[in-house]
């Protein structure tokens, strides 16, 4: 059981370049996640989903887009990639979006950097 | 809106003894849910322990209890008997309960502890 798959774990990027944080899980779970994490800090959303084709906006959604094609997927894009994204970036699921069953479940993040 | 608040940084314990994480909390949501996660060097993120504003009792999983005080908006992470492998970031997170609020998981700042021998 795999659970949360991120790829790339690393990754170096120059200013202006875009690229795709993949992001899938095993568990049938409806709800997807993307958080970033800057040094010393806490986790921001990015975006979230409900389920397939169904998206929405987080705290920090800015230089960033999603999509949610099939259940499994999430992939998160980065366009024109800035300094200011240097981050490690978390993906997680959930059963479910509130209560015990609303836990989330994280992959081993991707450390991203913008030079 | 909703705010989390770690305010310790840092903190050092020593092994075998307890040691609260302090974690007070702003919301308006009538109903909401309290996690605690537990980030070690290697990077992953763990959950600890949940606790849900309606719950009558504090949560307790193993040696994470949760302290809850609804009317004071704190809900502090007990670790009894440290271990040297309890050493990581811990983070404090809240979520509203209502459907319009699920999947927005907000954590706070995070507290290192780290436990000597």
């Known amino acids: 059981n795999a659970g949360v798959t991120q790829t790339p774990k690393f990754r170096i990027l120059k200013i202006g370049q875009s690229m795709t944080l993949q992001c899938t899980q095993d568990?049938?779970?409806?709800?997807m996640y993307w958080y970033r994490q800057d040094p010393g800090m806490g986790l921001k959303l990015i975006y979230y989903?409900?389920?397939?084709?169904?998206?929405d906006k987080g705290e920090v959604p800015n230089g960033y887009n999603v999509s949610r094609s099939t259940t499994e997927d999430f992939p998160l894009r980065l366009e024109l990639a800035a300094p200011s994204q240097t981050s490690v970036y978390f993906c997680?699921?959930?059963?479910?979006?509130?209560?015990?069953?609303?836990?989330?479940?994280f992959g081993e993040g991707s450390r991203l950097t913008v030079l | 809106a909703q705010k989390i608040t770690q305010t310790q940084p840092g903190m050092f314990v020593q092994e075998k003894e307890a040691v609260t994480l302090d974690c007070t909390y702003d919301?308006?949501?009538?109903?909401?849910?309290l996690f605690w996660y537990k980030q070690p060097s290697s990077g992953e993120m763990i959950f600890l322990i949940y606790q849900g504003s309606y719950d009558q009792q504090n949560a307790t999983e193993g040696r994470y209890s949760l302290n809850f005080q609804k009317a004071r908006k704190s809900a502090n992470l007990v670790i009894s008997a440290s271990q040297l492998g309890d050493s990581a970031m811990y983070f404090c997170?809240?979520?509203?309960?209502?459907?319009?609020?699920?999947?927005?998981?907000?954590f706070g700042a995070g507290t290192q502890v780290v436990v000597t021998p």
């Open positions: 989903s409900v389920g397939a084709g169904i998206t």
């Open positions: 997170a809240m979520r509203g309960e209502a459907t319009d609020s699920w999947g927005k998981l907000q």
């Open positions: 997680a699921s959930s059963r479910s979006g509130g209560g015990r069953t609303g836990e989330l479940f």
């Open positions: 568990m049938n779970h409806n709800y």
């Open positions: 919301t308006s949501d009538p109903s909401y849910g």
